[in-house]
């Protein structure tokens, strides 16, 4: 072990920034050094394995910011398996990592030079040594491979100045662009995406897809995951040759998924067909249980089948919250036990809130924001009380007194 080696470990849990400050002798590459403390810290929770892990080298900040958490990669290798992988957007590799211990080969394209040189190293430490790395732009290396069992594509949500885009035709590479070269050359593929796009936009870029999987962590919507096939139609030779198509979506499964943190997966799936033709009941009372459904779930808009399946009774056509007086144990999402609700009249705020002094805030189909109400109600955050400003089925506007069921 080198100075810079041993400098890292010894101070691996330090201040970066008093360590930046503090004087070092002369041997130590305190560049490299602080990048590596920094870089290790900022994986400890999203990436924990590797954090374990001494030999791991981290890149700059943002390709950790960017890339993917282990559970959200753990989730995405349990969707495809084979003989060959291509990660076109590697990345740091996280992604490519885990996923690549399904398939017999895979390689891993990145434009960065920098990145791949980590890239390689963090493989080899990892013991995936069934990973070829190569170093070019994913465009160009989609012209030259034969077929694949599946390709992946995380592509950067960035444009030229640094700016965070969410359209899918914005991204780099273009998928839209792409999707023929795609769709000839692999037999699967998988695209993540922001958990800001608009799926109903995103479908009509990529009518093919087959399957939608959105990804949450501990109540967050991280991603969404396309699954992509084409209808492989024979041509010359015997090769596949997927021929562009304008037909609309035909069914498919969308699945929702919310990972906590004991490792547990919420997981709720539903057909398109069964949201759009789905009859449920709206509640004209407040029953003894308030549910919210997980960030997943809300993103993909299962907002019927949500009700039918778990026989739940409705708020309002826009608020989302449910109710019913018989406890669904298995709810994927959260469970209140109703309180109370009240308007705005302020002898009404003053019963239902009194010796209250924090509560936890959130806002469901309600004129004005969580700050605007927290200062109106004189509240801190936080607290075992939660309060639901919502519109109800007859148009009243209210707020609902809850307490957590699973505290």
């Excluded at 990436?47 to 993917?68: A, M, V």
């Amino acid at each position: 072990m080198n100075a810079t080696e041993s400098f890292i470990q010894t101070h691996r849990s330090d201040d970066v920034r008093k360590l930046a400050f503090a004087s070092h002798p002369a041997d130590i590459d305190l560049p490299f050094a602080l990048s590596q403390i920094s870089g290790r810290q900022a994986i400890k929770n999203k990436i924990p394995s590797w954090h374990e892990n001494d030999h791991i080298i981290y890149p700059k900040h943002l390709s950790l910011e960017q890339c993917s958490s282990e559970a959200t990669a753990k989730y995405k290798a349990t969707l495809v398996k084979g003989e060959s992988l291509a990660d076109l957007t590697g990345g740091f590799g996280v992604d490519c990592a885990f996923m690549s211990r399904q398939f017999k080969s895979t390689t891993y394209i990145e434009r960065s030079e920098e990145l791949c040189k980590i890239a390689e190293n963090n493989f080899n430490v990892l013991g995936l040594n069934h990973i070829q790395v190569v170093c070019g732009q994913a465009v160009d290396y989609l012209e030259k491979i034969s077929e694949v069992d599946c390709i992946f594509l995380d592509p950067a949500r960035r444009d030229g100045v640094g700016e965070k885009v969410v359209a899918i035709q914005d991204c780099e590479p273009n998928i839209v662009e792409l999707k023929e070269q795609l769709l000839n050359k692999a037999e699967t593929v998988m695209i993540k995406l922001s958990p800001m796009l608009d799926i109903s936009l995103a479908l009509q870029s990529l009518p093919e897809t087959t399957a939608i999987h959105v990804v949450s962590v501990n109540g967050e919507c991280k991603e969404l995951v396309f699954i992509v096939t084409p209808p492989p139609t024979p041509s010359k030779g015997g090769q596949r040759h997927f021929e562009r198509s304008e037909k609309t979506n035909e069914d498919f499964q969308i699945t929702c998924i919310n990972i906590l943190k004991n490792g547990t997966i919420q997981e709720f799936s539903f057909l398109k067909s069964e949201e759009q033709q789905c009859n449920i009941n709206y509640a004209s009372e407040l029953r003894k249980f308030i549910y919210e459904p997980n960030a997943s779930i809300l993103k993909a808009g299962a907002y019927k089948t949500i009700a039918h399946k778990f026989n739940l009774k409705k708020l309002h056509l826009d608020s989302h919250l449910y109710t019913s007086d018989q406890l669904v144990e298995n709810f994927p999402g959260r469970v209140f036990r109703f309180v109370s609700s009240f308007s705005f009249n302020k002898k009404e705020i003053k019963e239902n809130l009194k010796n209250v002094e924090q509560a936890n805030i959130s806002i469901r189909n309600f004129p004005g924001s969580v700050d605007e109400l927290r200062k109106k109600l004189k509240l801190k955050d936080g607290g075992d009380i939660y309060l639901f400003a919502t519109t109800l089925y007859d148009g009243r506007k209210v707020i609902l007194k809850v307490e957590s069921n699973r505290l």
